[in-house]
Structure formats: structure tokens, C-alpha cells
T-cell receptor, first 113, second 114 residues
């Protein structure tokens, strides 16, 4: 029973265009969300987070949007660069569960030059 | 500089032969986690230590154990590895368990079972 879903296993985008990665969750108790980026042969690295009291958080080229009613969040990368090619994991946690994150299965982003 | 270090990067063991994976950190974080990740799947939390307090996930098999002798080191012991235990094992740390403290991951140990 997947509580965090990333329904697109892969995504290809042209360099300079926008990349949009999507994530859906089922547990309404989740109130804190993160995106991690993973290169081959490396561990995931933290990218950006958002609390449920917000609907948007921006950090440079990366913006995360949260739609609580739809239980949906998305990561926008603008403009996309070849170095953004990686696997992106969405993760969620609930205050009652502390830092026990539930991860999605990831989306592989390929940014084409 | 690597802050969460996992050794070895690749480990091969025989079916049923105990194996230990290690993780060390230079961040002085209170919390250390072990995840199992199988191909194209989400990382799955096995357990975590908050300081010396061990917290097991309900569905983690008894075959998996962990030790944290001090703040810097944490070990994952697999007592009798089966073929289904072949996976990437990720160690992570965080300053605290409250929200707002992202986890920092090591590069993982890929375990193969012969």
C-alpha cells in the first residue's frame, strides 16, 4: 500500500524548458514534504521542502507547490539543465511520526541538451 | 568532504552467512537511520536510533539488527541473509527527529547474495 506515489517513472525535458515532477499521497496526516535528488552511485541529497501551512516554496530554480485538498505536490525546475538529470524522490512525514519519512519510488529526469 | 560514510560500497555474501554493514558520520547528528532500497522502489525505513534509543519499524524482519556503539557509528547486521535481502542499503542522519531537519544520506552499500 503505497502512501506516496510518483506515477511517472521517467520524464524527458529539453534543456532550458520547465521540468514538472509530480507526487501524490494518500495519508491526510502528512504535513511535511521533501524532495530529494539522487545521482547514480550516490546517496539522495536534500533539495527542497514544504510544510503544509504553505502552498509554495521557492529556492532558486526549484519551486515546490502543495495542493492539500488534492493531496498532491509538484516540483518545478526552471530552466532545466543537463546537470539536473537524476532520480527525484518525493518524501512525506507526519508530525506524530517525527522524522519517519515515507518515500515515493522516484522519477528519473533526463534533461536533453 | 563526505559527512555520512558507508563501508563497504559493495558487499557480497553467501546465502545464510551473517554480514555487517557500517555507517559513520562526522555531523554529530543525534539520529541515524537505515533504509533498504530495492531496484526502482522507494527507500524503505528499517529502523533508526535517536541517540541510544533504538526504534524498529513494525514490518522490519527479525533477521535485521542494528547497533550504535557511539554517536558516530551505526551498524546494520543481517543474521542470515536470504536472496530477497539483496538490495541497496542506505544510512542517513538528521540533527533531530522533529520536522524541519532533512536527512543526510550516505552513498549506500549494495549487497549481493550468492
Amino acid at each position: 500500500d503505497q502512501q506516496v506515489k510518483q506515477n511517472s517513472p521517467s520524464l524527458s525535458v529539453q534543456e532550458g524548458r520547465i521540468s514538472i515532477l509530480n507526487c501524490d499521497y494518500t495519508n491526510s496526516m502528512f504535513d511535511y514534504f521533501l524532495w530529494y535528488k539522487k545521482y547514480p552511485a550516490e546517496g539522495p541529497t536534500f533539495l527542497i521542502s514544504i510544510s503544509s501551512i504553505k502552498d509554495k516554496n521557492e529556492d532558486g530554480r526549484f519551486t515546490v507547490f502543495l495542493n492539500k485538498s488534492a493531496k498532491h505536490l509538484s516540483l518545478h525546475i526552471v530552466p532545466s539543465q543537463p546537470g539536473d538529470s537524476a532520480v527525484y524522490f518525493c518524501a512525506a512525514s507526519a508530525k506524530n511520526y517525527g522524522q519517519n519519512f515515507v518515500f515515493g519510488p522516484g522519477t528519473r529526469l533526463s534533461v536533453l541538451p | 568532504d563526505a559527512m555520512v560514510i558507508q563501508n563497504p560500497r559493495y558487499q557480497v555474501t553467501q546465502f545464510g552467512k551473517p554480514v555487517t554493514l557500517s555507517c559513520s558520520q562526522t555531523l554529530n547528528h543525534n539520529v541515524m537511520y537505515w533504509y533498504q532500497q530495492k531496484s526502482s522502489q522507494a527507500p524503505k525505513l528499517l529502523f533508526h536510533y535517536y541517540d541510544k534509543d533504538f526504534n524498529n519499524e513494525a514490518d522490519t524482519p527479525d533477521n535485521f539488527q542494528s547497533r550504535r556503539p557511539n554517536t558516530s557509528f551505526c551498524f546494520l547486521d543481517i543474521r542470515s541473509p536470504g536472496l530477497g535481502d539483496a538490495a541497496m542499503y542506505l544510512c542517513a542522519t538528521s540533527r533531530d527527529r522533529i520536522q524541519g531537519h532533512p536527512q543526510h544520506f550516505g552513498d549506500g552499500t549494495r549487497l549481493s547474495i550468492l
